[in-house]
Structures are given as structure tokens and as C-alpha cells.
């Protein structure tokens, strides 16, 4: 499948990633390790955000943050850089909402991810 034919209407940006990574045949194994790995870290995430654990979500969002570089929209990108910021500050009410929020966007990411790759896979030779 050609860069052209890889974009979708969601936060995967994979035109992006191809000019990032310098060869588009390496955005599926990206695309795929992030879509295997990004349910179990995305679970994480949610439970240290909920037990309002901020080494644990800083860690978790420090750990998505180079596939996010390659494979999300700017907007997700911003997000995440917002929401990371939040940890880093003083307590808000907000903080809470606001990174459950993301971690539902970045789940949505994976699956748009997984999506592709398996339309990839069903496309190959």
C-alpha cells in the first residue's frame, strides 16, 4: 500500500511517518509494534492516572511520546504534551479528565493503527 492510500480520518498520521522514518516500508512494523503494545500501556496509563500516581503517568507518557513523534497528528501530539504538562504542575481538577481523555484518543490510535496494518497485510502480494 502506497503513502498516499495510508492516511484515515482519525489521529494516524502515516504520510508523516514515512517522511519521518525515510522509507515507507518501515511504517507497518512501526504502525504494528504500536498497535500490539499500545493496549497494555494504555491500561497502565489509565491506572496511574486514576490512582493519581504522576511517576507513573509522566513514565507511561514519556514512553509513548517517540511513537506519537512518528505516527500521530499534531493536534494528538500537542495533547499529550499538554496533558504531560498537567503532571508536571501543581494538582488541578482538571488533570484527571483531561488524561483519561487522551488515553481514550490514543486507544482510538491504536485501533486506526491495527486497522491499517491488517488492510496492509490483506493488500500484501
Known amino acids: 500500500m502506497g503513502v498516499a492510500a495510508m492516511g484515515g480520518n482519525g489521529d494516524l498520521d502515516l504520510a508523516?511517518?514515512?517522511?519521518?522514518?525515510?522509507?515507507a516500508q518501515l511504517v507497518p512494523l512501526v504502525a504494528d509494534a504500536f498497535a500490539s503494545s499500545a493496549p497494555a500501556l494504555l491500561q497502565q496509563l489509565s491506572q496511574s492516572v486514576l490512582a493519581d500516581d504522576q511517576t507513573d503517568v509522566r513514565r507511561h507518557l514519556h514512553r509513548l511520546t517517540p511513537t506519537l513523534a512518528l505516527l500521530a497528528s499534531q493536534d494528538l501530539q500537542d495533547q499529550c504534551e499538554r496533558v504531560f504538562a498537567l503532571w508536571r504542575a501543581p494538582h488541578t481538577a482538571e488533570r484527571e479528565a483531561r488524561s483519561l481523555a487522551l488515553a481514550d484518543r490514543l486507544d482510538a490510535l491504536a485501533l486506526e493503527a491495527t486497522q491499517w496494518v491488517n488492510r496492509s497485510n490483506q493488500d500484501a502480494p
Open 16 to 23: 508523516a511517518a514515512a517522511r519521518l522514518l525515510g522509507d
